[in-house]
Every structure is written in C-alpha cells, then in structure tokens.
C-alpha cells in the first residue's frame, strides 16, 4: 500500500520560528526577572543572545527550545535537497554544511551558563561556526533557486544573503575603527544577525507551503 506524502512545509515554519521565539522569550524573562536591562536588544545591543539566556528561568527555556531547534534544522537542510530536485535541480555541497550547522548551535547551548576560558571557547565556536555555515548553506540554496522555476525567488533570498554579508562585513569594521565601543554594538549585530538568518527560513518557508512540497518519506535517500 503506498505511503501518502508528507507536507514539509511545518518543518520549515519550525526551524525559523522555534529559534526566534525562544532567543526572544529568554530575552523577555530575563528582564523580567532584572538579569538584563529592558530595551529593544537589536538596536540599542543592551545584552547579548547569551547574557539573556544563561541564568535564571531563561536558562532553562533556551536549552529546551534550541536543542529541538538543532534536529529541525538538520532536517530542513535535508529536506532542501529533496525540493530542489523536485524542480529538477540538483543541489551541491551547501546542504550537508547546512545540516552540519547545527552541530555547532548544540555545542553553544550545552555549555551556555558555565563559567571559565573553555566554555567561553566552545562558545565563540559555536556561534561563528553556526553562523558561518548557515549563511553559506543559505547563499547556496538562494543560488540554486536562481536556476529553478521559483528564479525570483532566489534573486530576493540572495539579496537577504548579499544584506546579511554586508551587516557582519559592518561589524568587523566597526570593531577595529571603534573598538571602544564595539563591545554595546556586537550585541546589537548579533541579534540582527541572528534575525536576518532566520528570515531567509521564514521566506523558505513561506515558498515550500505556496508550492505544496511534500515528500514520500519511504522512498527518499
């Protein structure tokens, strides 16, 4: 008896909203809780990602969120392979390092909260090697779209990659001309990046549920 096929589309809703929601919820109970000040963190970079989610009842919700968030995304990332070749185009090696990327978001969260150099290290590896590989996972599913039917597509989510580029190019500059000030304002990129990654999965999302992509779990590889 054949298998029905399985629409995909709530994955992606998932993998976008699930990190968002709980980065902001952490955030939010923090303050409530007075561990960090209250103010728009993406603009004013009042605390970072971290100092919001690390102690307190945050602590708890961010480890509970992010590592469910993990698993969604490296079945996203799988699950993009499949669509693309749905339109008949056949992805290259983008999608194993998005389905690599996680590996490192679940480092940073495990060890979120405790104190020393080598959590600090495990730390700052895992946020540059998440953000690094999702952005290039990110920049090769966008320039795939581009020779697939869904062309426009593709232009716009390359266009949310060249903007993501050019914030964290920003950062680093801004770091090495004002580094007196860098430290209020890298808590400030950080949080637009992490908004910006998430938005190019929303728009993802958004473009799996429009074309009704479903896959027959039984039969893929």
């Excluded at 185009?89 to 998005?98: C, H, M, S, T």
Aim: with cysteine; net charge positive.
């Amino acid at each position: 008896m054949p298998s029905t096929p399985v629409r995909l589309s709530p994955l992606a809703w998932a993998t976008a909203l699930l990190p968002l929601a709980t980065m902001h919820v952490c955030y939010l109970l923090s303050a409530s809780e007075q561990l960090v000040p209250w103010c728009l963190p993406w603009f004013e970079g009042c605390t970072s990602i971290s100092r919001a989610s690390r102690s307190g009842t945050a602590y708890f919700v961010f480890k509970a969120g992010m590592l469910p968030a993990c698993v969604c995304m490296m079945l996203f990332w799988w699950a993009n392979r499949h669509w693309l070749r749905h339109m008949r185009v056949e992805p290259k090696i983008w999608w194993w390092l998005g389905m690599l990327a996680p590996l490192p978001l679940a480092l940073y969260t495990v060890v979120l909260g405790h104190e020393g150099d080598t959590p600090y290290l495990l730390r700052r590896i895992g946020v540059v090697g998440f953000f690094g590989l999702t952005f290039l996972a990110q920049l090769g599913l966008s320039v795939s779209l581009r020779h697939s039917p869904m062309s426009a597509a593709g232009n716009l989510l390359l266009r949310l990659c060249g903007f993501t580029l050019l914030v964290g190019i920003a950062s680093l500059i801004l770091g090495v001309i004002w580094p007196e000030h860098y430290d209020t304002m890298d808590d400030g990129f950080e949080w637009a990046l992490a908004v910006l990654i998430n938005l190019h999965t929303l728009r993802v999302a958004w473009l799996w549920q429009r074309s009704g992509f479903a896959v027959n779990v039984s039969s893929v590889s």
